[in-house]
């Protein structure tokens, strides 16, 4: 049985998502607040949390930056705000999704699902791959990329798209296939997730955004 945390400081949006979530088959456990969800997470282990962003003691993004400092835990982040410059925080933070209120329960539900049983598609692998192109080094079994001998910090959606991008080098991707095989194939999100993804991808490599082309109408190709 999988186990959700949800953080909210308003308690019918914690109820509502209990009631989907328990007929679903989730153990739940609540917090009414980011500071409370911290002390909750160093003693508990959790398959997702969902995480609200403006709460009192301790907004969403501060405490998903102090849970992932602990560990690893997918976040799918809720907030009344829909503007770029938070979605592009909370992914630089590492969450999985972000959902703007209001929300239809049933498709948080399907969220989830997506999230929880995600398959990993970047496990290690038996030979030691690695891309170098110029200054760029993508180091698919350590899980690492670096440019111009310095390691960048990727969040964990990142490394999977530049991964899924780099491994099909040369190929036209259209963005429906990116979303299938990077977020999976129930992905119940839209568009701007991966361009928000793209976006970041693109800072975080610098010099070598060059390679990451835009297909206008189509989608994307990672031209090296």
């Known amino acids: 049985m999988s186990k959700i945390l949800i953080v909210d400081d308003e ?8 009631k989907y979530a328990e007929y679903e088959g989730y153990e739940i456990v609540e917090a009414k607040d980011g500071e409370e969800a911290v002390n909750i997470c160093k003693t508990q282990d959790f398959d997702v949390i969902i995480l609200d962003v403006m709460m009192p003691k301790m907004d969403g ?9 602990m560990k690893k835990i997918p976040v799918i982040m809720l907030s009344a705000r829909g503007e770029e410059y938070d979605r592009l925080h909370g992914f630089e933070l590492g969450i999985d999704d972000y959902v703007v209120k209001p929300f239809s329960p049933k498709e948080l539900m399907m969220r989830i699902k997506v999230v929880t049983g ?9 030979n030691h791959e690695i891309f170098a192109k110029e200054g760029l080094i993508v180091d698919f079994t350590g899980r690492t990329v670096s440019i111009n001998g310095n390691r960048i910090s990727l969040s964990p959606k990142e490394y999977d798209l530049l991964f899924y ?4 080098r040369n190929i036209a991707l259209e963005r429906s296939k990116l979303i299938t095989e990077v977020w999976g194939y129930d992905y119940y999100g839209d568009d701007r997730t991966l361009d928000t ?5 693109r800072s975080s490599l610098g010099e070598y955004r060059k390679y990451l082309v835009t297909l206008r109408g ?3 190709r990672f031209e090296a």
């Open 11 to 18: 308690e019918k949006i914690r109820t509502i998502i209990r």
């Open 61 to 69: 993004f501060t405490a998903c930056r102090c849970i992932h400092q």
């Open 118 to 126: 995600r398959n990993q598609r970047n496990s290690i692998e038996n």
């Open 165 to 168: 991008l780099v491994k099909n």
């Open 197 to 201: 993804h793209i976006k970041l991808l």
């Open 218 to 220: 189509v989608g994307y």
